[in-house]
């Protein structure tokens, strides 16, 4: 999908709270997501409400927001 230029920032919404042993594939995912995203020159906004995942990580998107999501 070519890029839009007239977006310049994405909100991407983690999975949130997950089951022990289960859930990795998302954060995994997420990360990616955000990486990718990144290097496509977005912004990125993370909004998650699960504050043990890597996705929270300050290195994967432009602003993070740990908040209950409902």
Known sequence: MPRNNELNKILLIGSGPIV???GCEFDYSGV???KAL????YEVVL???NPATIM???EFADRT???PIT
């Open 38 to 41: 990144r290097e496509e020159g």
């Open 20 to 22: 022990i042993g289960q």
């Open 65 to 67: 927001y740990v908040e």
């Open 32 to 34: 990616q997501a955000c």
């Open 47 to 49: 909004v998650n409400s």
């Open 56 to 58: 929270t990580d300050p």
